[in-house]
C-alpha cells in the first residue's frame, strides 16, 4: 500500500545527509555536513549536566523557552545586535533554527503564498517551504561576487509573494550581507508588504573584520522581520538542537503556538546548559572563533585555488563553494561521489543550492572540522591536480 502525502510528492533526502551516509559508508572525511567540531564551551556542558540531575530542570518548558534563557537572549540580542526584543512576548526558544524556521512559515503563512529565495539558497529553506506548501520563487545566482541585484529581486515577485528570505552570513556561500543591501530590501518589502525571514546561525563566523548586521536592527525592517538564530554552532553542539526566534509580538504569538503544536519545548536541561554560555563564556571565546576558523577557510582556499577548484572566497560562515567546471563533470554529485571515491573527502554538490543547472558547477565543502582532519582532507585534495 503506497501512501504518501501530496506536499512530500517530490522531495527527496538531501545531498547533505546523502553524502554523509556515502561518506560513512566509504570511512571518507566529512567536508559535507556542517558538524562543527571544535570542543564546547566547558560551563555549557557542566550547566547541562547539573539540570540533567535536576528534577525540576528536566521537565517541559514553557513553549517559548525557560524565562532566564529568554531573559539572557533579549540582553543579547540587545548588546551584539541591536534589536530590542521583550523576553516575555517577543522571543521563542526552538528546536534548532530549522524548528524555528518551519514554525514561522506554519504559522505566518498559506499554501501557494510565495515565498523568495536568493540562490545560492540553503536547501532546507526551500524544502521545509515546499513542505508547508509555499511556492518557491529563486532570485538568480548573480555571478561569483554574489551582489544583489534590485532589478533580479523584483522580477521574482509576483501578487502570491509573502516573504522573502535572507541568510547571512550564508551557506553554502559566505556571503555577509552589507547595510546598503539590507536597506535595498528593506524598501522593497515594504512596497510589496513582505515578511523578510533572516537566518543568522553563523552571526560569530565571519572574517577580515567585516561587521555582521542584523536586518531587525534597521528601522525600515524592525516591524517586518522574524530573526532565526542559533546555539547549535556558536557552542558547538549541533546535536542539542538548539535555536531561538526573535519578532514583533503579533508574530511570535502565533509561531510560538506552531511551535508548541510541532515541538511541546526545547529539550529542557539543555536550555539551562547554553544559558551558561550566555553568562559564563567570554568574548574571548567568540574571538578565537573568529581567529581559528579564519586559518581554517585561508587553508581550505589556498588548497582548493591549487587544485584548480577555484573558490568563492567566504566571507563568514564556514563553508565554501568550489568551482569544479575544469574537471569536465556535469553533474556536481557524479563529481561529488567520484571525488569521495577516489581521495576520500566528502563534499555537498551544488546542485543541493541552486534551482537551476548553475549548480553543477560547484561543490560545497565544510571547514568546520578540526586542525587534523581538516589538514588531512587538503592533502587528500591535492590529489585532484591530475584530475579525476
Not at 527527496?12 to 553524502?19: E, F, K, L, N, T
Not at 536597506?183 to 560569530?204: C, F, P, Q
Not at 576520500?344 to 558547477?361: I, K, L, N, T
Request: charged share 20%; glycine share 8%; with cysteine.
Amino acid at each position: 500500500m503506497k501512501i504518501a502525502s501530496q506536499r512530500i510528492s517530490g522531495l527527496v533526502q538531501s545531498d547533505i545527509r546523502a553524502m554523509t551516509r556515502e561518506c560513512n559508508r566509504l570511512g571518507g572525511i566529512n567536508l559535507g555536513q556542517g558538524l562543527c567540531e571544535l570542543p564546547t564551551p566547558e560551563p555549557v556542558i557542566a550547566a547541562a549536566r547539573v539540570a540533567l540531575a535536576t528534577q525540576e530542570k528536566s521537565i517541559y518548558s514553557a513553549a517559548e523557552g525557560v524565562a532566564p534563557l529568554r531573559e539572557a537572549i533579549a540582553k543579547k540580542l540587545a548588546r551584539e545586535n541591536r534589536i530590542d526584543a521583550d523576553p516575555e512576548r517577543e522571543i521563542v526558544v526552538t528546536n534548532g533554527g530549522t524548528g524555528g524556521y518551519a514554525a514561522t512559515l506554519m504559522a505566518l503563512f498559506n499554501p501557494g503564498d510565495g515565498v523568495l529565495l536568493f540562490e545560492p539558497y540553503y536547501g532546507y529553506h526551500l524544502n521545509a517551504a515546499i513542505l508547508a506548501g509555499l511556492k518557491p520563487q529563486f532570485i538568480p545566482f548573480s555571478g561569483a561576487d554574489l551582489a544583489i541585484d534590485e532589478v533580479s529581486i523584483r522580477n521574482s515577485i509576483d501578487s502570491t509573494s509573502r516573504a522573502i528570505v535572507i541568510c547571512t552570513p550564508a551557506n553554502p556561500s559566505g556571503k555577509m550581507w552589507t547595510k546598503s543591501e539590507l536597506e535595498l530590501v528593506g524598501r522593497i518589502a515594504n512596497e510589496n508588504n513582505l515578511v523578510v525571514v533572516t537566518d543568522e546561525m553563523y552571526e560569530y563566523f565571519r572574517y577580515d573584520g567585516r561587521e555582521h548586521i542584523s536586518p531587525a536592527s534597521l528601522p525600515e525592517l524592525k516591524n517586518r522581520t522574524v530573526t532565526l538564530m542559533g546555539l547549535s554552532k556558536t557552542f558547538s553542539i549541533t546535536g542539542w538542537r538548539l535555536g531561538y526566534v526573535a519578532a514583533p509580538a503579533e508574530m511570535t504569538e502565533k509561531i510560538r503556538l506552531a511551535n508548541d503544536l510541532f515541538y511541546v519545548c526545547a529539550p529542557t536541561p539543555l536550555q539551562y546548559g547554553v544559558l551558561a554560555g550566555f553568562n559564563d563564556v567570554g568574548a574571548d571565546y567568540f574571538q578565537n572563533l573568529q581567529t581559528q576558523f579564519a586559518a581554517k577557510r585561508n587553508q581550505i582556499c589556498t588548497t582548493l585555488e591549487s587544485v584548480g577548484m577555484n573558490p568563492i572566497v567566504p566571507q563568514g560562515a564556514y563553508y565554501v563553494l568550489a568551482d569544479i567546471s575544469r574537471f569536465g563533470i556535469k553533474d556536481s554529485k557524479q563529481f561529488a561521489m567520484k571525488m569521495l571515491e577516489k581521495v576520500g573527502v566528502a563534499g555537498v554538490p551544488g546542485r543541493a543550492f541552486f534551482s537551476s543547472s548553475v549548480g553543477d558547477r560547484y561543490i560545497r565543502l565544510c571547514f568546520g572540522v578540526n586542525d587534523d582532519r581538516l589538514t588531512e582532507a587538503c592533502t587528500r585534495l591535492h590529489k585532484l591536480k591530475g584530475g579525476l
